[in-house]
């Protein structure tokens, strides 16, 4: 079988990695007439293409920006922070491999029976957030009176932005996308409703708090998710109990429920297991590729967004140097 982890020991860069590992994924999948691991392969290949032909970044995140300066004018006693990032490889495969489990285990919990391969390739299809940008707020304590609760003062504006992005983007050839799912959230307009998923009126059980809505960008044809949350939602995803570092050591324990699908019986289950253990299990100071370096799990210096992902600045695009010829 086809594991990332053997391609991250011959120091090569993460475009290198992305073509050589899509493109044996995609030989092995066509010879095992496995279509699931045909669209996995072809998930890599969102990647590749954002990378390789990422001009579009700096005009992208430059219209996002431009909602965070309306914000700022309209609101000036609040505090921002603007983020974007592009999801590492790393992450993703974890993603991929992760939905694919989840779902699998899930739905035979329910019914007793399996997805059908269509099903499958569905769920990975969900996948929207290679591209992600965060608005962070916060009330300073120098504007909070007396008796006034700053947390509730926070999600009032917190809602009020949410309540106006997706016009705002709209209007910037940003096109809102259905969430999929049928909980809507109690604060967002009504007719807006669809497209959030509202981690903060019902956080997972590890307290990670946050909006999240998807946009399809139409000027380069690509899926971007923004998350609003406050500071101290912020914190608590970053440093907090649900920090990443926290959710995959979670995650472990909640993949390895193996013994509820016995090994054999769902080849699209055995096959997503079997790489998100081994990439659990990656010893992270042993990878060679280029600009990566680690001393252990913990103290990474990641130059090149291969484990946590790259950063968006507003008017900061990938250089052409670092996309290799493959």
């Known amino acids: 079988m086809i594991y990332l982890n053997d391609y991250l020991y011959g120091g090569d860069t993460v475009v290198k990695i992305l073509h050589c590992y899509s493109q044996d994924l995609k030989a092995d999948a066509i010879e095992r007439n496995n279509g699931i691991d ?14 390789e032909h990422n001009d579009f970044l700096a005009a992208q995140s430059q219209k996002i920006r431009e909602f965070y300066k309306y914000l700022a004018d309209r609101y000036p006693f609040l505090a921002f922070t603007f983020k974007g990032r592009i999801k590492s490889l790393i992450r993703l495969e974890e993603k991929i491999n992760g939905n694919i489990v989840e779902y699998i285990y899930d739905y035979y919990s329910m019914t007793g029976k399996y997805p059908s391969e269509a099903e499958i390739k569905k769920r990975i299809g ?41 016009d705002f983007l709209e209007e910037r050839g940003f096109e809102p996308q259905l969430s999929g799912i049928d909980d809507y959230s109690l604060r967002i307009d009504e007719r ?23 946009f399809f960008d139409n000027t380069s044809r690509s899926n971007i998710e923004v998350q609003i949350r406050t500071k101290e939602m912020d914190d608590n995803a970053e440093i907090g109990p649900a920090n990443h ?72 695009h990938l250089s052409r140097f670092q996309n290799d010829l493959v």
């Open 192 to 214: 807006l409703k669809p497209y959030y998923r509202d981690y903060i009126e019902k956080p997972n059980l590890f307290g990670y708090q946050s909006l999240h809505i998807s």
């Open 245 to 316: 570092l926290g959710y995959e050591k979670r995650q472990e324990k909640e993949r390895a429920r193996r013994e509820a699908i016995p090994l054999g019986e769902n080849p699209y289950f055995d096959d997503a297991y079997e790489r998100g253990m081994k990439l659990q299990q990656l010893d992270l100071s042993r990878i060679n590729v280029n600009m990566f370096g680690a001393v252990d799990n913990s103290l990474v210096n990641d130059g090149c967004g291969l484990y946590r992902g790259r950063l968006i600045l507003p008017y900061e």
């Open 38 to 51: 045909l669209a996995h392969s072809n998930c890599l290949l969102q990647m590749i293409e954002l990378l």
């Open 126 to 166: 969900r996948i929207r957030d290679l591209i992600a940008y965060r608005i962070v707020l916060s009330m300073p304590q120098c504007h909070i009176k007396e008796g006034e609760d700053r947390r509730e003062i926070e999600l009032k504006y917190l809602y009020e932005f949410a309540n106006l992005l997706p």
